[in-house]
């Protein structure tokens, strides 16, 4: 008998996105299931179901494909971008699998993403349940203050609700500025810049050098590596039965 999962996993296997965001594309109306448009959330379907993304049948993806990127300034974090610029997929070369960002960094934003097409992956690396730490680099205005770092440790107010604790050490004193070594396991919108612009201090400068134990190593601005066994099971551990690249 075929399993029966839900659709917007079922896209997530097929490296459509990930699963999160299929629920979005369901909600928007772009999903057919045997010709039946689907909106809400809930359908269940298995491998004999006709599925349509935008009228085009997907199917499930037999490699799952696993890439470290060190993320230049000026791209952005999506598979396409209505605005015309330039996405971080336009520097990943040679690879056929349909891949996409598992979370996102700002257009200015540099350092460590991961791309996947691996649906499963990308929900539970992102899902706030799981309080995955990521440490960035920012260079901010000023110097701030012990009062200021304990603040931002403890947490700031941002839409109402205050921000998890988070590890906040000074690293370098310039003249104008200075950098802070910041850790946190939130996901928020713009987070880091927004709690250094609400205590005072804007954010000149943003990279984030690590996503849980895994960091970007030696890696310059641009280039990518697919991620090797080690350090996927650093992220999430094998999936038993999945053929995973670990090319070179």
Known sequence: MEEKIRLQKYIAQCGIASRRHAEEIIK??????????????????????????????IKKEKRLI???????????????????????????????????????????????????????????????????????????????????????????????????????????????????KIIIHEGRNRQVKRMCETVGHPVLKLKRTAIGKLTLGNLKPGEWKYLSQQEIKLVRGNRNGTQISTKK
């Open 28 to 57: 928007a109306g772009r999903v057919r299931v045997n010709g039946a448009k689907i909106t809400e959330m809930g359908t269940l379907v298995t491998d004999k179901d006709k599925v349509e993304v935008d009228g085009k049948r």
């Open 66 to 180: 696993y890439i470290m990127l060190n993320k230049p300034s000026g791209y952005v974090s999506t598979a396409s971008d209505p605005e015309g610029r330039r996405t971080v997929l336009d520097l990943i070369e040679g690879v056929e699998e349909r891949i996409y960002p598992v979370g996102r960094l700002d257009y200015d934003t540099t350092g460590l993403l991961i791309l996947t097409n691996d649906g499963d992956f990308a929900y539970s690396s992102t899902h706030p349940g799981k309080e995955t730490k990521k440490t960035y680099i920012a260079e901010v205005l000023g110097l701030p203050s012990n009062k200021t770092l304990r603040t931002l440790r403890k947490g700031v107010i941002l839409d109402g609700k205050a921000t998890s604790p988070a590890d906040v050490e000074v690293v370098e004193i310039k003249d104008k500025s200075s950098v802070l």
